[in-house]
């Protein structure tokens, strides 16, 4: 059956008309195979260019359309509503671009005239095989799914819950509230960390669209937008939080004390029943079975025995939960550079030498000193003290980004030592950024009032080892300061590392198990880093605060705000319509070889065992392509871009070269 | 029995003698068979990288290209011909068209550089091939808790070769712990010792010295061993005009690693060269024969002014 | 009535399509009994003169097998194709070109010097062929050699394509029951240009092995492992062809514990089978680093060989570049 | 086709839709002018370039082939171009043994800010394929006689 | 327009084969100067010369007496967050200075590295006697006697060579070096 293509030529006003012979182009296109009609016309993208289109397809009968004009990504879908109003299927359309390929590009006429003549060819071939597709309509499951409970979920999770939506907010520790809970005071405006985030805490804890699920892990998502499902493990608290009003007589009464290195950072004590502090939401306790007495030696029990109303529950064994939700929020957050890593700034090795989170918790008058400043010998003030920045960060033997956060941390830092020891401070620096808000001003009131010293320069080493008068007993920061152009020995009694921000170590995992991308560094790739900074490649799964690249607290709050209304929006929408650019198992022709089961990464492909074929899920599948080329059987097509329209294009493009070519003498 | 190709290195000729003698000592107790080179070349030292690069890679691979003809990979007691050797061979390994042009000046040796072998330092044959725990158990004489800082120096460890710890590495202090002696921790371990500047910069060769030699005796060491000829000589041979230089009063004796190594695995002080050094060890070898001694002064009287 | 004629003919191939037709058994007296044999070379002594003089379409079945590396192929298959009322290319050779297919690997000069002129062959004179010979009687031509081998399909019209390196005795002998029904009007034949005596999908399907999802670290040939019987062979490195062979043989060399070698032709819809496979294998490998690629694609010691072992001649590129 | 009648190769580029395309859209913007001889035909993804596609183009006439997609660890479908470059490593060495010379298939990454650097390497790809002249596959499958002579000596 | 390359571009292309990454790209943080072990006796920090080559300060960076210091210890290199290659970067301006001829005066580093090469290229092997006399007195009186003291203490325990080493097959090993470095005037002083 032969096709009536109409083919349109734009002049763009002068951008194509100007070197293309746009007349000399619709002549020779009108004369080609199977085309019907072929115009030109000032500006095919115009209401009336269109209506030409309209009326071509309404009065002519084509069958498929092609306009040779500019880049498809700046008016195909222009074009696809003009078929789609005029009654032919938008995908019985193609576009050339010679504009951005031609005209623009290429200032002889002649070879301009020619290029124009392939790409139209090749449009021209691809399009008779082109096939009518409808747009995919899935419904939307209202329910959403936030991965992490520091104040990037809570935001995120409040605003949506807010909306009207239910929310299950899935934290790994035994309570929300992330490294902000950690914290003793936030820049630049020095609150109190605990006051302004332990009411939003609250909020989570009681909101009656939030399902707060602590301690617990994702451990399997299916699906796709509008219809994931979710696994989740909720670890053994070895509590039975129906019966546990959250009391802390367990905790008061167990014998056994652990070091703390999650909440304190190792700073401090817990017990092995524990609430990591205070203001813990939800407030029940967890039982650290490594370290429970009864666990590891098989007598004590004396939570079970004062605990008031028989909450705590030996046997109780991990829950697996499942449950659907339409939208997921990542929110993961972030891990601390290991300082151990630069063994030459001595941490781990060098008693005070202490890294940023460490101290935090010094300074935090919740903390283990209640907020004194002192040494690990847990008595000295220190008389004088080192921040380092970048440590981690802006190297590439580490990590080569920065941590954005650091800068203004260790001014925080500067300000707080100086303010409980009125210690001499010294900031050693590369660059001083402070770029938002009131930030900059911040720094200018640390210049101006606390004497700290800045010393421009990178620390070479921190060490133990004296070498001149003055520093037996102290740390001795070897640095060049880079104004002076010396290399100076600073000794001090405490160093505190301004830490780099690292993704999660098991960001890659995590990434896998949602269908999203991890950049090289390991953060969560964005879908665009500028326009859509919240969104992912996989439809339905977006990401919010550090986890997608450092940020400071304003800018987490912002994208976990930023992703709910993104959530909100598609949930309102009820459907979301998916381009049916799909790829599709012939399983006729599908022997199971298995060849495309690795190639998606958006777990699209899954092969069915008492069928021994593959299948392709349309609502995960991206249309990338990939497993098409893959397939050896040719059992897999791609819709809009199947063999057929590629080779065909291949062909159409080389009919008019090789016309050319037969013109030039050999 | 695992066989090398050995290069000694010009300073082992005659400078650091004791160290080629103690060296082929170690590896004859451990099995190993080293069969030196035929008509080794000089690699260059640093020096020759000022004049000229390609020069440098040439006198290395020439080594190298003698090494291949054994089919043995190379090894070096010097850790100034182990970074040339080493990294000549990497450079080479990486840029064909160097080692085209290198190849064609090899031809007038009748030697060929094919980049079929692998350079290892001498420790990293003792620590790695042979392996500490192999070593524990063929030590027969314990070196009883002498307390000896190990010197890893510049060129063994640096510049860096993939991702192995250059800051802080740990295997000299394992092969010194598996002769029974303590090693020493102190911070200046790998600290450059000047040696290369001793006859461009002496002031500042000695300075570096000093440095080290103190943090060495802050730290209560006995005795350095080094795995380096020219540390060696920067810190032994200059060891009193270091003393006189900056008022001080050192006396410490820089051993070459494998004299150690040797009296561990029995053999006699004589065939390990000993007799050569300008600061005595004699106190060292009493006490390893004493075996009632087991914790030693450190010999150094801390000066006064420092 | 005239029992219908059947031929048979040989072009460049090595006559075991021959000896496969011959050996589906006791169904051979089926094909006497319904078919008037009146060419086929092999086994009767027939004249081109007697094949030119039927009237065309005159021969209800002709089964060619051997690819076009010749003008007397040509000039056969262009007189079969007119005399024949069903023209089958049989087995690998006419479907795709086959082993004697894979000498477009290197040029026509080259294949005649390594026939006559390489140490293995006794010519101490170094004689070659002469393609007109003039002798007492006339002058004396031998058929002259094409550069490039073609397949039967193109340079004729085909009816029917019966993949294999042989076809299976199986198949043939459900080709002929089924080419019997037709003639008796109990069956109908399928549409022109089909695959017959194949199946739909590829070696895999009918293959027991056990599959898993691929990631290929090192390709290995089949003496440098000891091979599982039972896991997919190419999960353990061994280059097998099966993903993107048609099916139709029952599998029978991984069956064996040996690679297929893809000698049923691409699946169905596929232009190219070595591009499918040279596709599929190098999508598994399980590294993102270049050097290592490369080291992993080390252990495919001829690719063009490999994957075009049969398929070369009738392969998108047909050949490799002419010097 | 030029004016000083020097050989102007036919060149069949494929690009992904996220990076590439994007580039070639960003020469044309910035209004850089480059060899027209390569012709871009848009796909999904470099995953989706099938080595029959590139086969496809050099047997009906292209002089050369350019594959285009966005940096490996860029890719919009995360990971999809190292499959790319797997393939590609094969058919090179494929597309070698069939005497194909090494510069008429090359692999170029360009991410969609790289307009600049897609013009410069089409560039150099256009003047590498004229520098090794016409590839006329299609011709060499026509019938031609082997001469069985010997070789001369 | 001038075309010929600047200072910085010189020393930039004589870098090409370095393994580590171009000085470019020196955030000037001064990890290699606060690292380095010899930096009190240098004129310039390192990360200063860098700063300068890229200011093209040709005459001031050759003037200076840093890389003449630098004694190849290469902890610098392993810390640089840059990954430059230091001290292939000291190396070069050595190269770049013997070149142009140009060094500070009263630096035993330049006529060492020279004489150096020759002592190797004239047996194959060096021979520390060669080395010592000619600058020993540039250590003044006392640094004289103490060397003399040092180098007998060593003769005395045999660890000095009397007679410089040769290697056997030494006019091989000149011609190769005559490959790669063509009518040297040093193969030809050697001799």
Same mark, same amino acid.
């Given at each position: 059956m032969s096709e009536k293509v109409g083919v349109y030529i734009c002049h763009c006003g002068a951008n194509i008309a100007g070197v293309v012979d746009v007349a000399a182009l619709s002549h020779w296109a009108g004369e080609l195979p199977d085309v019907a009609v072929a115009r030109d016309y000032k500006f095919m993208c115009s209401s009336l260019g269109q209506e030409l289109i309209e009326k071509d397809i309404q009065e002519l009968g084509l069958t498929r359309v092609v306009v040779a004009a500019c880049s498809p990504h700046l008016h195909e879908a222009t074009f696809r509503n003009c078929c789609k109003r005029a009654g032919l299927n938008p995908y019985l359309f193609e576009m050339a671009s010679i504009r951005e390929q031609v005209s623009w590009v290429t200032a002889n006429k002649t070879v301009a005239l020619e290029k124009s003549k392939a790409l139209i060819s090749g449009a021209v071939h691809r399009v008779i095989h082109n096939q009518a597709l409808e747009p995919i309509i899935v419904d939307i499951n209202p329910n959403v799914l936030?991965?992490?409970?520091?104040?990037?979920?809570?935001?995120?999770?409040?605003?949506?819950?807010?909306?009207?939506?239910?929310?299950?907010?899935?934290?790994?520790?035994?309570?929300?509230?992330?490294?902000?809970?950690?914290?003793?005071?936030?820049?630049?405006?020095?609150?109190?960390?605990?006051?302004?985030?332990?009411?939003?805490?609250?909020?989570?804890?009681?909101?009656?669209?939030?399902?707060?699920?602590?301690?617990?892990?994702?451990?399997?998502?299916?699906?796709?937008?509008?219809?994931?499902?979710?696994?989740?493990?909720?670890?053994?608290?070895?509590?039975?939080?129906?019966?546990?009003?959250?009391?802390?007589?367990?905790?008061?009464?167990? +014998?056994?004390?652990?070091?703390?290195?999650?909440?304190?950072?190792?700073?401090?004590?817990?017990?092995?029943?524990?609430? +990591?502090?205070?203001?813990?939401? +939800?407030?029940?306790?967890?039982?650290?079975?490594?370290?429970?007495?009864?666990?590891?030696?098989?007598?004590?029990?004396?939570?079970?025995?004062?605990?008031?109303?028989?909450?705590?529950?030996?046997?109780?064994?991990?829950?697996?939960?499942?449950?659907?939700?339409?939208?997921?929020?990542?929110?993961?957050?972030?891990?601390?550079?290991?300082?151990?890593?630069?063994?030459?700034?001595?941490?781990?090795?060098?008693?005070?030498?202490?890294?940023?989170?460490?101290?935090?918790?010094?300074?935090?008058?919740?903390?283990?000193?209640?907020?004194?400043?002192?040494?690990?010998?847990?008595?000295?003030?220190?008389?004088?003290?080192?921040?380092?920045?970048?440590?981690?960060?802006?190297?590439?033997?580490?990590?080569?980004?920065?941590?954005?956060?650091?800068?203004?941390?260790s001014l925080k830092f500067a300000h707080l030592v100086k303010e409980k020891t009125g210690a001499q401070v010294y900031n050693f620096y590369i660059d001083i950024r402070t770029p938002l808000k009131a930030y900059d001003e911040f720094y200018q009131h640390i210049l101006e009032t606390d004497e700290t010293r800045f010393v421009r320069g990178k620390v070479a080493e921190v060490t133990d080892a004296a070498r001149l008068p003055g520093e037996e007993g102290k740390l001795i920061i070897?640095?060049?300061?880079?104004?002076?152009?010396?290399?100076?020995?600073?000794?001090?009694?405490?160093?505190?590392?301004?830490?780099?921000?690292?993704?999660?170590?098991?960001?890659?995992?995590?990434?896998?198990?949602?269908?999203?991308?991890?950049?090289?560094?390991?953060?969560?790739?964005?879908?665009?880093?500028?326009?859509?900074?919240?969104?992912?490649?996989?439809?339905?799964?977006?990401?919010?605060?550090? *986890?997608?690249?450092?940020?400071?607290? +304003?800018?987490?709050?912002?994208?976990?705000?930023?992703?709910?209304?993104?959530?909100?929006?598609?949930?309102?929408?009820?459907?979301?319509?998916?381009?049916?650019?799909?790829?599709?198992?012939?399983?006729?022709?599908?022997?199971? *070889?298995?060849?495309?089961n690795n190639q998606c990464p958006f777990n699209a492909i899954s092969f069915l065992v008492d069928k021994g074929v593959s299948e392709i899920n349309p609502a995960l599948c991206q249309g990338c392509g990939t497993c098409v080329a893959a397939c050896p059987a040719g059992a897999i097509t791609g819709s809009h871009y199947t063999n057929a329209q590629i080779l065909s294009q291949i062909e159409g493009i080389l009919e008019v070269e090789l016309g050319q070519r037969e013109a030039v003498p050999a | 029995m695992k066989a090398y190709a050995y290069f000694p290195g010009c300073s082992l000729e005659k400078m650091a003698l004791s160290y080629h003698q103690s060296a082929l000592e170690c590896a004859r107790r451990l099995d190993l068979e080293f069969q030196e080179l035929d008509d080794w070349n000089c690699c260059g030292t640093t020096a020759y990288f000022a004049i000229d690069q390609l020069l440098s890679y040439t006198l290395s691979a020439r080594n190298l290209a003698l090494a291949e003809k054994k089919k043995l990979d190379m090894v070096t007691p010097c850790a100034g011909c182990y970074k040339n050797a080493y990294f000549t061979n990497v450079t080479l390994k990486r840029d064909a068209d160097l080692a085209e042009h290198i190849n064609e000046a090899l031809k007038e040796d009748d030697l060929h550089y094919a980049g079929t072998n692998?350079?290892?330092?001498?420790?990293?044959?003792?620590?790695?091939?042979?392996?500490?725990?192999?070593?524990?158990?063929?030590?027969?004489?314990?070196?009883?808790?002498?307390?000896?800082?190990?010197?890893?120096?510049?060129?063994?460890?640096?510049?860096?070769?993939?991702?192995?710890?250059?800051?802080?590495?740990?295997?000299?202090?394992? @092969?010194?712990?598996?002769?029974?002696?303590?090693?020493?921790?102190?911070?200046?371990?790998?600290?450059?010792?000047?040696?290369? @500047?001793?006859?461009?910069?002496?002031?500042?060769?000695?300075?570096?010295?000093?440095?080290?030699?103190?943090?060495?005796?802050?730290?209560?060491?006995?005795?350095?061993?080094?795995?380096?000829?020219?540390?060696?000589?920067?810190?032994?041979?200059?060891?009193?005009?270091?003393?006189?230089?900056?008022?001080?009063?050192?006396?410490?004796?820089?051993?070459?690693?494998?004299?150690?190594?040797?009296?561990?695995?029995?053999?006699?002080?004589?065939? @390990?060269?000993?007799?050569?050094?300008?600061?005595?060890?004699?106190?060292?070898?009493?006490?390893?024969?004493?075996?009632?001694?087991?914790?030693?002064?450190?010999?150094?009287?801390?000066?006064?002014?420092? | 009535?005239?029992?219908?004629?059947?031929?048979?003919?040989?072009?460049?191939?090595?006559? #075991?399509?021959?000896?496969?037709?011959?050996?589906?058994?006791?169904?051979?007296?089926?094909?006497?009994?319904?078919?008037?044999?009146?060419?086929?070379?092999?086994?009767?002594?027939?004249?081109?003169?007697?094949?030119?003089?039927?009237?065309?379409?005159?021969?209800?079945?002709?089964?060619?097998?051997?690819?076009?590396?010749?003008?007397?192929?040509?000039?056969?298959?262009?007189?079969?194709?007119?005399?024949?009322?069903?023209?089958?290319?049989?087995?690998?050779?006419?479907?795709?070109?086959?082993?004697?297919?894979?000498?477009?690997?290197?040029?026509?000069?080259?294949?005649?010097?390594?026939?006559?002129?390489?140490?293995?062959?006794?010519?101490?004179?170094?004689?070659?062929?002469?393609?007109?010979?003039?002798?007492?009687?006339?002058?004396?031509?031998?058929?002259?050699?094409?550069?490039?081998?073609?397949?039967?399909?193109?340079?004729?019209?085909?009816?029917?394509?019966?993949?294999?390196?042989?076809?299976?005795?199986?198949?043939?002998?459900?080709?002929?029951?089924?080419?019997?029904?037709?003639?008796? #009007?109990?069956?109908?034949?399928?549409?022109?240009?089909?695959?017959?005596?194949? #199946?739909?999908?590829?070696?895999?399907?009918?293959?027991?092995?056990?599959?898993?999802?691929?990631?290929?670290?090192?390709?290995?040939?089949?003496?440098?492992?000891?091979?599982?019987?039972?896991?997919?062979?190419?999960?353990?490195?061994?280059?097998?062809?099966?993903?993107?062979?048609?099916?139709?043989?029952?599998?029978?060399?991984?069956?064996?514990?040996?690679?297929?070698?893809?000698?049923?032709?691409?699946?169905?819809?596929?232009?190219?089978?070595?591009?499918?496979?040279?596709?599929?294998?190098?999508?598994?490998?399980?590294?993102?680093?270049?050097?290592?690629i490369e080291r992993i694609l080390d252990g495919i010691v001829d690719p063009a060989g490999t994957f075009y072992r049969f398929g070369l001649a009738s392969s998108l590129l047909h050949r490799a570049k002419a010097q | 086709m030029s004016d000083n009648n020097q050989f102007e190769p036919v060149i069949v580029g494929f690009t992904c839709n996220w990076c590439s395309y994007r580039a070639a859209d960003a020469a044309g913007m910035a209004r850089i002018k480059y060899s027209p001889n390569v012709r871009l035909i848009r796909l999904m993804c470099s995953g989706r370039i099938d080595p029959q596609f590139v086969l496809k183009a050099l047997s009906e006439g292209a002089d050369g082939v350019l594959i285009t997609g966005c940096h490996p660890g860029d890719c919009h479908y995360v990971e999809q171009n190292y499959k790319t470059l797997r393939r590609y490593a094969l058919l090179k060495r494929t597309l070698r043994q069939m005497g194909l010379e090494d510069n008429r298939v090359r692999l170029v990454w360009a991410s969609a800010a790289e307009g600049r650097i897609l013009a410069e390497e089409i560039d150099k790809f256009v003047s590498d394929v004229r520098a090794l002249g016409p590839l006329n596959w299609i011709k060499m499958a026509t019938t031609t006689y082997v001469d069985p002579a010997p070789a001369s000596a | 327009m001038d075309t010929r390359p600047t200072f910085y571009q010189e020393i930039t292309n004589m870098m090409y084969a370095t393994h580590g990454d171009p000085i470019s790209t020196c955030i000037q943080c001064g990890t290699c100067s606060g690292t380095c072990p010899v930096v009190e006796f240098m004129d310039h920090t390192p990360r200063d010369l860098i700063g300068m080559i890229r200011a093209d300060l040709k005459d001031e960076v050759l003037a200076s007496n840093t890389y003449w210091y630098c004694a190849s210890c290469f902890h610098c290199n392993v810390r640089c967050p840059a990954h430059i290659d230091i001290a292939d970067l000291m190396y070069t301006l050595k190269r770049y200075s013997i070149w142009k001829n140009q060094y500070p005066e009263g630096l035993i580093g330049p006529t060492f590295a020279e004489t150096f090469v020759k002592m190797i290229l004239s047996g194959g092997r060096s021979y520390e006697p060669v080395l010592a006399p000619a600058y020993i007195f540039n250590y003044g009186l006392q640094g004289f006697l103490n060397e003399a003291l040092t180098a007998t203490g060593l003769l005395l325990k045999g660890r000095i060579p009397v007679l410089p080493p040769r290697i056997k097959r030494l006019d091989n090993f000149r011609r190769m070096v005559g490959h790669i470095i063509p009518a040297s005037n040093l193969v030809g002083e050697a001799k």
């Open positions: 936030v991965v992490g409970g520091g104040i990037t979920g809570i935001q995120a999770a409040l605003e949506i819950a807010d909306a009207g939506y239910h929310v299950y907010l899935v934290e790994r520790e035994p309570s929300i509230g992330g490294h902000m809970a950690q914290f003793d005071k936030t820049f630049p405006t020095l609150d109190c960390s605990a006051c302004i985030l332990t009411p939003k805490m609250f909020s989570a804890g009681t909101h009656p669209n939030i399902t707060l699920l602590t301690w617990s892990e994702v451990e399997k998502v299916d699906g796709y937008v509008g219809n994931f499902t979710v696994k989740v493990r909720q670890k053994a608290r070895k509590v039975n939080t129906e019966l546990c009003t959250g009391c802390g007589i367990c905790e008061q009464k167990c +014998p056994k004390k652990v070091i703390d290195t999650v909440f304190e950072a190792g700073m401090g004590l817990r017990k092995a029943v524990y609430t +990591p502090f205070p203001q813990a939401v +939800p407030k029940y306790p967890v039982m650290d079975v490594q370290n429970c007495t009864f666990f590891q030696k098989g007598t004590c029990k004396a939570c079970e025995k004062f605990c008031p109303t028989g909450a705590i529950d030996f046997k109780q064994e991990d829950k697996v939960v499942s449950f659907d939700v339409g939208n997921i929020i990542l929110a993961t957050g972030w891990d601390l550079f290991d300082c151990r890593r630069i063994p030459q700034y001595g941490y781990g090795r060098l008693a005070n030498v202490y890294n940023s989170l460490e101290f935090e918790r010094l300074s935090n008058a919740a903390g283990p000193t209640g907020g004194k400043v002192i040494l690990r010998d847990g008595v000295t003030v220190p008389q004088s003290v080192g921040i380092i920045h970048c440590v981690g960060s802006r190297d590439k033997n580490y990590n080569p980004y920065c941590s954005a956060i650091c800068c203004m941390q070897q640095v060049e300061d880079t104004l002076i152009g010396k290399q100076r020995r600073i000794p001090v009694d405490m160093v505190i590392l301004s830490a780099g921000l690292e993704p999660r170590h098991d960001a890659k995992e995590v990434a896998k198990l949602f269908g999203i991308g991890c950049s090289a560094d390991q953060w969560f790739i964005e879908r665009h880093p500028k326009l859509d900074p919240v969104a992912t490649m996989t439809e339905g799964v977006f990401v919010a605060g550090v *986890c997608q690249g450092p940020k400071d607290i +304003p800018l987490s709050v912002t994208q976990g705000a930023a992703a709910a209304a993104r959530v909100i929006g598609l949930v309102n929408r009820k459907q979301v319509s998916l381009e049916p650019v799909r790829a599709s198992v012939n399983a006729e022709q599908c022997s199971g *070889c298995r060849i495309c | 692998q350079v290892y330092h001498l420790l990293e044959v003792f620590c790695n091939d042979v392996g500490v725990q192999e070593i524990k158990k063929r030590v027969t004489q314990s070196l009883n808790s002498l307390r000896v800082a190990p010197y890893y120096g510049c060129q063994i460890v640096r510049p860096r070769k993939d991702h192995e710890e250059v800051e802080n590495p740990r295997y000299f202090e394992d @092969l010194i712990a598996a002769t029974g002696a303590t090693p020493v921790e102190y911070q200046l371990k790998m600290r450059c010792c000047g040696g290369s @500047l001793l006859i461009t910069s002496r002031k500042a060769a000695f300075s570096m010295a000093r440095n080290l030699l103190q943090n060495a005796m802050d730290n209560g060491a006995a005795v350095i061993a080094t795995a380096c000829p020219m540390c060696q000589v920067n810190l032994e041979c200059y060891q009193q005009q270091i003393n006189q230089e900056f008022g001080a009063r050192f006396s410490v004796p820089i051993l070459y690693f494998t004299q150690l190594l040797g009296l561990a695995l029995g053999a006699s002080p004589k065939e @390990l060269g000993f007799g050569s050094e300008l600061v005595s060890a004699s106190a060292v070898l009493a006490q390893i024969r004493n075996k009632e001694t087991s914790t030693t002064q450190s010999p150094y009287i801390r000066h006064a002014t420092s | 009535m005239a029992k219908p004629k059947f031929a048979m003919y040989w072009a460049a191939s090595c006559g #075991g399509c021959e000896i496969a037709v011959l050996n589906i058994a006791e169904k051979i007296l089926d094909v006497d009994a319904n078919f008037d044999v009146v060419f086929w070379p092999v086994a009767m002594d027939a004249k081109y003169k007697d094949v030119e003089g039927m009237s065309d379409g005159e021969i209800t079945l002709c089964l060619f097998n051997g690819g076009i590396r010749n003008d007397e192929n040509e000039r056969l298959a262009k007189l079969l194709r007119k005399k024949s009322a069903v023209l089958v290319a049989f087995g690998s050779c006419a479907n795709e070109g086959c082993i004697p297919g894979l000498a477009n690997l290197t040029s026509g000069k080259a294949v005649i010097e390594t026939a006559f002129s390489t140490v293995s062959t006794d010519n101490p004179h170094n004689v070659r062929p002469a393609y007109d010979y003039p002798a007492a009687e006339g002058e004396l031509h031998i058929p002259r050699m094409y550069e490039t081998l073609k397949t039967l399909d193109q340079v004729v019209p085909v009816d029917y394509y019966m993949p294999g390196c042989p076809p299976e005795s199986h198949q043939i002998a459900t080709v002929i029951d089924l080419v019997i029904a037709a003639l008796k #009007g109990e069956a109908k034949l399928p549409p022109a240009g089909a695959v017959i005596g194949a #199946g739909n999908s590829t070696v895999c399907d009918e293959c027991s092995r056990k599959r898993s999802e691929k990631l290929i670290k090192e390709f290995r040939r089949t003496w440098q492992i000891p091979m599982d019987q039972q896991e997919c062979l190419l999960e353990q490195g061994i280059l097998c062809s099966g993903m993107a062979t048609r099916s139709g043989c029952n599998a029978r060399c991984p069956a064996a514990n040996m690679p297929c070698i893809g000698c049923y032709g691409p699946a169905p819809d596929v232009v190219d089978q070595g591009a499918r496979m040279m596709s599929a294998v190098s999508s598994v490998i399980d590294s993102k680093d270049p050097a290592e | - | -």
